[in-house]
């Protein structure tokens, strides 16, 4: 690796701790809160493209699960992958891998690798892990999830039109 994205990867990784320092909003029927951190995913894939993107978010959960305070409301350790959102944490490292390999130079394209990426990956590892945790079937999981998707779409799209003009302006 360069030192250009050395730096980069430190510096995105460093965004994705910050977004997830904004205190989580529980929700009273899932035991996964709505955070920010899933727009720090989709920001370094689209920026930073896979592997770059997938670099910052792998170091994060590293971070994470060594033990420093990251994660949303301060948790931290090997514990919280025995957790209900432990699936979706580590499903955000293929998310930002999947989402910077399916970027592309418009905003519609950077939108639909967000949602992707970002969510249906994320989702699909994140899902049965939190059935495998916690006992509830595969379809009422699905179906309390359901709530962070319109979130998640806000998300996709202002990471889409950030990510897009980032990526025109080529500073990575």
């Given at each position: 690796m360069k030192t250009k994205d050395?730096?980069?990867?430190?510096?995105?990784?460093a965004m994705v701790v910050v977004l997830s320092l904004v205190p989580p909003m529980p929700v009273p029927w899932v035991p996964v809160p709505i955070t920010l951190q899933t727009?720090?995913?989709m920001l370094a894939g689209l920026i930073l493209g896979p592997y770059r993107g997938g670099l910052v978010v792998g170091l994060y959960v590293l971070i994470a699960l060594v033990g420093l305070p990251v994660l949303p409301g301060g948790r931290a350790g090997l514990a919280v992958l025995a957790g209900p959102t432990?699936?979706?944490?580590?499903?955000m490292i293929p998310g930002a891998f999947v989402v910077g390999l399916a970027a592309g130079a418009s905003t519609l394209r950077c939108f639909l690798a967000a949602l992707l990426g970002g969510v249906v990956v994320v989702y699909a590892i994140g899902?049965?892990?939190l059935v495998a945790v916690t006992g509830m079937s595969f379809a009422k999981a699905a179906l309390a999830v359901a709530v962070?998707?319109?979130g998640d779409a806000i998300k996709a799209v202002v990471a889409s039109i950030v990510g897009q003009r980032i990526r025109r302006l080529n500073l990575t």
């Open positions: 050395i730096a980069l990867v430190a510096l995105f990784t727009f720090g995913v432990g699936g979706f944490l580590l499903g899902v049965p892990w962070f998707l319109p």
